[in-house]
């Protein structure tokens, strides 16, 4: 219900976008976010966003960098990633969940209500 794309090669301090659109019904009243995977390395929250998407926050290491939004009319939500950087590689994953309150979404890796498979981006050096 949930599908991710976007990912690619890209060359350090390359942009990419990352789409996740949802199907099946409607995730206006989740918050939604993304996760990353790196290989060898734990899912790590990267970005989360409110139901209007008024509210937003990051994990240190993307802040200024990267950018969360949703369009609740296409029921989708976006990640815009800026200076890339190696360490950036990783599979990034959607998620959504209807438990708040909003600031605890990235404790929840476990509990989420859905997750899209992953998109997978490469940034070389």
């Known amino acids: 219900q949930l599908q991710a794309s976007g990912g690619g090669l890209v060359q350090a301090g390359g942009s990419l976008r990352l789409s996740c659109a949802a199907s099946?019904?409607?995730?206006?009243?989740?918050?939604m976010g993304w996760f990353r995977q790196a290989p060898g390395k734990e899912r790590e929250f990267v970005a989360a966003?409110?139901?209007?998407?008024?509210?937003?926050y990051y994990a240190e290491s993307v802040e200024g960098r990267f950018t969360i939004s949703r369009d609740n009319a296409k029921n989708t939500v976006y990640l815009q990633m800026n200076s890339l950087k190696p360490e950036d590689t990783a599979v990034y994953y959607c998620a959504a969940d209807s438990q708040g309150p909003f600031r605890t979404f990235h404790t929840r890796v476990d509990g989420m209500d859905y997750w899209g498979k992953g998109t997978l981006v490469t940034v070389s050096s």
């Open positions: 099946g019904r409607t995730f206006s009243r989740h918050y």
């Open positions: 966003i409110s139901w209007s998407g008024a509210g937003t």
